[in-house]
T-cell receptor, first 114, second 113 residues
Framework: DADVTQTPRNRITKTGKRIMLECSQTKGHDRMYWYRQDPGLGLRLIYYSFDVKDINKGEISDGYSVSRQAQAKFSLSLESAIPNQTALYFC?????????????FGQGTRLTVV | AQSVTQPDIHITVSEGASLELRCNYSYGATPYLFWYVQSPGQGLQLLLKYFSGDTLVQGIKGFEAEFKRSQSSFNLRKPSVHWSDAAEYFCAVGPNSGYALNFGKGTSLLVTP
């Protein structure tokens, strides 16, 4: 079983709809992240969380919100989806700073907003 | 601000040929550097990482990378490329806010017969 699991793997939604992407991990890591990948732009950080009480905005948080329901669960929501939010979304975890900065990624969620 | 530049968007190599993917970084302190690979339809897998010490780092799948502080570079190399190496490669630097990584835009590798 994957250590970092994202659901759904693929989703098509309509403009204006609310959608939630879910991420769960079995690695026991405190830090969790949501990234967005667009062709030619690499991965950009949307939100990150140190624990259930600590949520922080990343580089491109506008139009997104997150919820850290438990140490193992971190959800990303699009309150009113728009076409330019069509992208590949990745959840990642890490064990902390220093030499534990390595990120472990889920398989990704491909979201299409029509 | 921390940043990563991967100058080559696409690279094509013949199977069996050597490979070098370039990565340049900007970071105010001693960086932690990473190379990840993304196969089609897959997540990102760590190839190798550098934190300190020996500047030549060995990774999985026969890859290695060399940290050159004077050139602010962390280039990825492989002596002989296999068709299965065709993928997207990302260089990353950290730690940044929240100990997140800052990624380059990626290099797409095509391997020809």
């Amino acid at each position: 079983d994957a250590d970092v699991t994202q659901t759904p793997r693929n989703r098509i939604t309509k403009t204006g709809k609310r959608i939630m992407l879910e991420c769960s991990q079995t690695k026991g890591h405190d830090r969790m992240y949501w990234y967005r990948q667009d062709p030619g732009l690499g991965l950009r950080l949307i939100y990150y969380s140190f624990d259930v009480k600590d949520i922080n905005k990343g580089e491109i948080s506008d139009g997104y919100s997150v919820s850290r329901q438990a140490q193992a669960k971190f959800s990303l929501s699009l309150e009113s989806a728009i076409p330019n939010q069509t992208a590949l979304y990745f959840c990642a975890t890490s064990d902390g700073g220093g030499t534990n900065t390595e990120a472990f990624f889920g398989q990704g969620t491909r979201l299409t907003v029509v | 601000a921390q940043s990563v530049t991967q100058p080559d968007i696409h690279i094509t190599v013949s199977e069996g040929a050597s490979l070098e993917l370039r990565c340049n970084y900007s970071y105010g302190a001693t960086p932690y550097l990473f190379w990840y690979v993304q196969s089609p339809g897959q997540g990102l897998q760590l190839l190798l990482k550098y934190f300190s010490g020996d500047t030549l780092v060995q990774g999985i799948k026969g890859f290695e990378a060399e940290f050159k502080r004077s050139q602010s570079s962390f280039n990825l190399r492989k002596p002989s490329v296999h068709w299965s190496d065709a993928a997207e490669y990302f260089c990353a630097v950290g730690p940044n806010s929240g100990y997140a990584l800052n990624f380059g835009k990626g290099t797409s590798l095509l391997v020809t017969p």
